[in-house]
């Protein structure tokens, strides 16, 4: 079992910069990958960012160039650094972790709202 407990979501201004974080604990080590994903009101669960074990990093067409995902193995942390954000972003925030057993894990999930 894993478990995942996200921080850092709020409201900011267009704009503006968050940083969520992720913190897993349990059986981390059987993870294979970790990555942030975001739902808007009304609409589906998208993919923002994830980073596999080996370092690798992916980001969703919309968020490149402004978020940015990184993982403090020592600390079994993900982060997610989130800079001009746009009303768009705005949305509930979970952080989501794969076993090796292609088993997915999720957090309780984190608001960000983003204001004009």
């Known amino acids: 079992q894993v478990q995942l407990v996200e921080s850092g979501g709020g409201l900011v201004q267009a704009g503006g910069s968050l940083r969520l974080s992720c913190a897993a604990s349990g059986s981390v080590f059987g993870l294979i990958s970790m990555g942030w994903h975001r739902q808007a009101p009304g609409e589906q669960r998208e993919l923002v960012a994830g980073i596999a074990s080996g370092g690798g990093t992916s980001y969703a067409t919309s968020v490149k160039g402004r978020f940015t995902i990184s993982r403090d193995n020592a600390n079994n942390t993900v982060n997610l650094q989130m800079n001009d954000l746009k009303l768009e972003d705005t949305g509930v925030y979970f952080c989501?972790?794969?076993?090796?057993?292609?088993?997915?894990?999720w957090g309780q999930g984190t608001q960000v709202t983003v204001s004009s």
């Open positions: 989501a972790a794969v076993s090796s057993r292609m088993y997915t894990y």
